[in-house]
Structure formats: C-alpha cells, structure tokens
C-alpha cells in the first residue's frame, strides 16, 4: 500500500516515528498563525501525495479548538493535492466527554467533532482509548478505537507486583480488563458519582477484598486529577499498599500532579497521545507509536482488500 503520512504540528515527531516504522514517506507541512490568530498550513511537496492515500496523524491536545482546524484544513489539503483517500490517526479526540446531553440545553458536542471530520473528507479514523467509543459510529466511516492499557500496565510493572488492577468508575471497568487479562492480573472498579455542576468526586463504599496487595488504576483521562486523587485515597485508606496510575491521556490540568502526589500515589504512567508533557519525577511516558502504526497498516490493507474485490 502506498501512503504518505502528513504530520500535524504539535505531533509531528510522533508523525514521524509512525512514518519511519511503515516505511512511509513523510510530507512537508509549512504552518502559520495570521495576526488575527487564523491558521494557516500548506504541503510543501505536495506531488507526494496525488494518485496516494493520505494519512494525517495529529493530536487534539492542547489547543483543541485550534487543531481540530488544522486538521481539517489538512484533510482538504490532501485531496486537493490529489490524495486519492485520507485516513486520520487522532490519538486524542476533542471534546469527547460530551458524548450525550448531561443537562438540558447542551450541545453533543463530541458528535460535532466526528461529523466535521468526515464532511472535510476522511474516511477512516484511527483513535486511541475514546472516551466514549460507542459513539465513534458517528464518524460514519471505519473507525478504530485502540486500548494501550495493557502497554501502561505492562510499564506499571516495574514499580508493583502482581498488582490488583483498578477501574476508578464502572465507565473505566473495559480498559481495566483488557489490561488485567493480558496480563493474567485481578481487577476490579470502583463506584464514582460527580457532581454535574462542581465536578467534585465521590465514591460510594463498595467491598473490593484488599489486603496490602499494590493496586494500578487504570482510566482514561486525567483531567483536574480529582478522579485520581480520591480513588487512590480510598484505596490505601481500604488496605492497598501502593498505587501507580496507568492512564492513557494525562491533561493534568492545574493542580492535577500535585492533588495525585499528596493522595500518594507512587508513580503515573502515561500513554504519549498528547503535544504536552509534564516533565516531573512522578510521571513517566509510554510510547504508542507501534501500536498506531500497526493500527494504520491494517485499515489500509482492509481497504486494498476492499478495492480489489
Ligand atoms: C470520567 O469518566 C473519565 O473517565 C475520567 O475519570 C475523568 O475525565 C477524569 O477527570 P478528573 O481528572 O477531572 O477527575
């Protein structure tokens, strides 16, 4: 299959690192901020991509608002270019936890996202631990949602023995599994209640047999940490005897780092699907360019397989 990857610009060593795996050819892309704050972008070798398959790999954090535009700007690029298809690697989707109405009067927006994505031109989207995957359909293309739970687990490894792998809220409870599975582990999860509109965190008692064993947690996000933060204090309080956090995407935002330190938590592995990097003693990143470039393989080849049908 010939394809070109077209790397975004806060993920283009990432970009890079997918394209040297596959052996693709890694185009050009000049980018710039109008006075205005407008972007704008421009494939500096463009004949590289007529008669090809475009793959535009980006992530969607930070600058959200800003590199969802990007990369519809690059999908149009692309085609007028002369790409005959364009796939899409996101590891981290916008505004994926608004994937429903929580209060009356809201906007979905995270189907706003996907629909965009495809009327610019995409057809197929490979992402990394969605929030909300159910809700992928929406793309209405081929979407891939990818676990690396078992790759930060694996990692945890190295700072616990034979861990009980937590869920920190029954939404968590497949990422959990899929990682405690593989790598013949107990899980669990636990039972969570946010406050719609504070946020604040609490957990409602649930038996989970602990007796000093070292506990993962396993989630998805780690946003203001407070979902860390509590769940780690109830779980030492409950007889853990240590706690490493394996989350995919770590935002981390304000005092996050700090709230999980104090909680106690010995160490936060990190998958590296986002453009920000907290550089701190406590945090360590995972690699998932492997597992995205094997992703990108295969729904490539599915469509080699489809066209010569
Ligand atoms: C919620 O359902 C998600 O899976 C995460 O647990 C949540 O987004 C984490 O947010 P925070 O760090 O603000 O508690």
């Not at 704050?37 to 959200?64: C, D, F, H, W």
């Not at 996907?114 to 793309?139: C, M, Y």
């Not at 592995?269 to 986002?274: F, G």
Request: proline share 4%.
């Amino acid at each position: 299959m010939s394809a070109v990857i077209v790397p975004g610009r806060n993920y283009s060593e990432q970009a890079a690192r997918i394209a040297s795996i596959l052996n693709y050819p890694l185009a050009k892309v000049y980018w710039k901020e109008f006075p205005d704050g407008e972007q704008y972008v421009r494939i500096e070798n463009p004949e590289l991509l007529s008669a090809k398959t475009a793959v535009v790999v980006n992530t969607m954090y930070p600058g959200q608002d800003k590199s969802i535009m990007e990369t519809l700007m690059l999908v149009d690029a692309c085609t007028r270019a002369g790409a005959v298809d364009v796939k899409l690697v996101l590891p981290y989707l916008a505004y994926s936890r608004q994937d429903k109405l929580f209060l009356p009067g809201e906007p979905v927006s995270f189907s706003i996202v996907l629909k965009t994505l495809r009327n610019a031109g995409a057809t197929g989207l490979v992402t990394v631990d969605s929030h909300s995957p159910e809700k992928l359909a929406e793309f209405q293309g081929k979407a891939v949602n990818l676990l690396v739970s078992d790759l930060l687990v694996q990692e945890a490894l190295k700072y616990s023995s034979n861990p009980i792998v937590i869920a920190p809220d029954k939404g968590a409870l497949k990422r959990a599994e899929y990682a405690a599975v593989k790598l013949g582990l107990r899980f669990d999860y636990l039972v969570k209640t946010r406050d719609r509109v504070t946020g604040q965190v609490s957990y409602q008692p649930r038996e989970i047999r602990i007796s000093g064993e070292d506990i993962v947690i396993v989630d998805d996000i780690i946003s203001t940490g407070g979902t860390i933060a509590e769940a780690s204090k109830l779980l030492l309080e409950n007889g853990a005897s240590s706690i490493i956090v394996a989350a995919t995407h770590g935002l981390m935002l304000g005092n996050a780092l700090e709230k999980i330190r104090a909680a106690g938590v010995k160490k936060i592995i990190l998958a590296d699907t986002l453009a920000s990097r907290i550089r701190d003693d406590l945090v360590e990143y995972t690699d998932v360019s492997r597992r995205l470039a094997e992703a990108v393989e295969k729904v490539l080849e599915q469509v080699e397989r489809e066209t010569r049908r």
